[in-house]
């Protein structure tokens, strides 16, 4: 019986053989079991061995996102209209996919649809054919409208409309 079972206590550690039926010492289990978990970070943090000194990782671009709506208040079934602007660091519009969706409390729970734009703007109406308008079950629910931007060369970028529907 080890030394855990005597005492009364059940513990992952209880029960585990060094291979010739005796019990290890629990001092042996828990240097083990860190040399298990802590070796492997520190090689993972460390980086690869032979990596070439020369090359650095280089940190991408941000994108600027304006996400717009014609204002906080839409009204259930009636024309209301949001634009999305993206720009670089220098303010030229940038070629990209935008992807917008609703939140309700952080949690996506719709999808507004993903758009590829060539010069860094997307603009939509909704309640007109083709586009929606919100349903009555949206009435006084806070919700938010996310865009995520995505470009080849630069950092993923949000941006947040808080809106609550009447």
Not at 1 to 10: I, S, Y
Not at 76 to 93: D, E, L, P
Request: charged fraction near 15%; proline fraction near 7%; hydrophobic fraction near 45%.
């Amino acid at each position: 019986m080890n030394r855990c079972a005597r005492r009364g206590r059940t513990t992952l550690l209880a029960g585990l053989h060094n291979g010739s039926g005796f019990t290890l010492d629990e001092n042996k289990i828990v240097a083990r079991i860190c040399a298990l978990l802590v070796l492997p970070a520190l090689f993972l943090s460390a980086g690869p061995l032979f990596a070439d000194s020369s090359a650095s990782t280089a940190v991408q671009p941000k994108l600027h996102v304006v996400l717009r709506g014609q204002d906080h208040h839409p009204f259930v079934g009636k024309k209301w209209r949001y634009s999305v602007a993206v720009t670089n660091a220098a303010g030229k519009r940038v070629s990209c996919r935008i992807h917008l969706q609703f939140l309700f409390g952080g949690a996506p729970v719709g999808q507004i649809g993903t758009h590829s734009v060539k010069d860094g703007f997307w603009q939509e109406t909704f309640a007109t054919p083709g586009h929606p308008g919100f349903p009555a079950a949206a009435r006084g629910e806070p919700l938010t409208i996310q865009a995520i931007v995505t470009a080849p060369g630069y950092a993923t970028a949000k941006a947040i409309w808080p809106i609550v529907v009447k």
